[in-house]
């Protein structure tokens, strides 16, 4: 028997923010994203839809350096692995608008790596329309 789809029992990833240890994982994976856990891979994917509220509560408990890897774990997974195409909505983006608005704005010197390794022009500083 075939069973029947109930759109009110589906959840998607999108619902759950990341742990701060799942992100302390993806930080430790910025140098070769494809080296972090199939599964945590695919729940970071899925996190590239929360919005900006939402990262905000899972990154306030991380150092600026873990922050940084992160936003480098997302700039190199959209270049190198299925599924992180991103453009505006990349995390790095968000996370470098969370240092910004705690005034822990990155150096030019990390902001000038991050455009270097991407050709996603929005990276750091996102869509100027939004």
């Given amino acids: 028997m075939i069973g029947e789809w109930n759109p009110s029992a589906t959840t998607t990833e999108t619902e759950a923010v990341p ?8 930080a430790a994976a910025a140098d070769n994203p494809a080296s972090a856990a199939e599964q945590l891979r695919n729940r ?3 996190w590239i839809r929360s919005s900006q509220s939402e990262w905000e509560q899972s990154l306030s408990d991380l150092a600026d350096a873990e922050l940084i890897n992160i936003a480098f774990f997302y700039i190199r997974a959209e ?3 299925s599924g992180f195409e991103s453009g505006s909505n990349n995390p ?4 470098f608008r969370y240092l910004k608005s705690q005034g822990r ?3 030019k010197d990390i902001v000038r790596k991050m455009k270097a ?3 996603n022009r929005f990276i750091p ?3 100027a329309l939004t």
């Fill in 19 to 26: 742990t701060s240890n799942e992100l302390r994982q993806l």
């Fill in 44 to 46: 970071a994917a899925n």
């Fill in 79 to 81: 270049q190198t692995l």
């Fill in 92 to 95: 790095a983006i968000r996370i």
């Fill in 105 to 107: 704005k990155p150096e």
């Fill in 117 to 119: 390794e991407t050709d």
């Fill in 125 to 127: 500083h996102g869509d």
